[in-house]
């Protein structure tokens, strides 16, 4: 019974050093840094590759200045044969496809890595487009319109 | 939001034509959501019979806040 207690006392206090220091038993900590629109653009400043994982369509309709598009489901190949030792933004539209696109580069062995904090909900900068706005006037058959622009992914 | 968009569609049938564009698969949609300026998707746009944009919407929208666009229409 004694012996019970004492193993009891010894893993709690396992657990009390371990789990605020993020670590895990099951699995390497793959933790990542987040940075705002200001820290991207210092980043960006550094020499840093800013990298929009959405996908083609989105991207068209408008990217951080100076971004390459690479769509999340490409990530391992096109990411084969960039320099490890560079640091790289992953952004997406909220968040979602960057971290998994930061976890399938963690695990090719880059390790300076930044996320945009939400995504581009988080984005304060201006977007670039590749056609500048036009005044669109839509044509309707005589009865309003509501009209929905969606992505399936 | 799919389920919710298609029906509203059908509640607004004959008062509010639904056009859903995907960006991704739709050549067309995705020029005229450039020459539209949406920078973002979901993004909803509401314009009256005279083809006049009456307001427009980025991002997930509510049953409420969608009803209440569609109904300003009319």
């Known amino acids: 019974m004694r012996k019970t207690i004492v193993w009891i006392v010894v893993l709690a206090a396992l657990a009390a050093i371990m789990l605020p220091a993020g670590c895990s038993l099951l699995a390497p900590a793959t933790s990542f840094k987040q940075v705002d629109s200001q820290g991207l653009l210092d980043a960006q400043a550094k020499g840093a590759q800013i990298v929009d994982v959405r996908s083609e369509g989105e991207y068209k309709l408008g990217h951080i200045t100076g971004s390459i598009n690479v769509p999340v489901e490409t990530v391992q190949s096109a990411a084969a044969n960039w320099d ?70 | 939001m799919k389920p919710l968009v298609e029906r509203l569609e059908k509640q607004y049938a004959g008062k509010v034509e639904f056009r859903l564009l995907n960006v991704e698969s739709d050549a067309a949609a995705n020029d005229l959501a450039s020459k539209l300026g949406v920078q973002y998707v979901p993004t909803f746009m509401f314009v009256n019979a005279n083809g006049v944009r009456a307001g427009s919407q980025v991002g997930e929208m509510t049953e409420q806040a969608l009803t209440t666009s569609l109904n300003a229409l009319n």
């Open chain 1, 84 to 153: 490890r030792s560079g640091t790289y933004v992953i952004y997406c539209a909220s968040g979602a496809r960057s971290a998994d696109s930061v976890k399938v580069m963690q695990s090719m062995g880059f390790r300076q890595l930044l996320e945009l904090k939400g995504g581009l909900n988080g984005w304060t900068g201006k977007l670039v487009t590749e056609d500048q706005p036009a005044a669109g006037v839509i044509k309707t058959a005589g009865k309003p319109v509501m009209l929905e622009f969606y992505t399936d992914s």
